[in-house]
């Protein structure tokens, strides 16, 4: 819902296809929009080392997609901002607080 608040117009695929990654796994991901992949994860250690992998598998295959990240930071923010740092070393991550933001279903003034 807040990705398609956040680009109204862009086309959003549900079940987008699986990609080669350089190691010649299949990577698959959440949703696809406007062309971008977007995982969606909770601020778990196992779930950015699985993210961390993804980016390096994307960036270094023939893929040429853009990739990002959206870290649940509703119930423990302390950790997907923790999490969200991590990943930026790699990738675009965003906290989910940053998406719904952008996507002005609640004003700017009420997110830090």
Known sequence: MYLRQWKPRALVNS?????????GKMLTFDL???????DA????GQSTN?????????NTSVTNREYMVIVDDRTNP???K???????QVGVAWPM??????SGAIPN????
């Open 41 to 44: 994860i909770n601020p778990r």
């Open 78 to 80: 302390e950790a997907a």
């Open 97 to 102: 607080s940053k998406l719904i933001k952008a």
């Open 50 to 58: 699985a993210t961390i992998r993804k980016f390096v598998e994307l």
């Open 32 to 38: 696809e929009v406007g062309g971008q992949f977007i």
């Open 109 to 112: 003034r009420t997110l830090q």
């Open 82 to 88: 923790q999490e969200v740092e991590i990943i930026g």
């Open 15 to 23: 079940k987008p296809p699986a990609v080669k990654g350089f190691s």
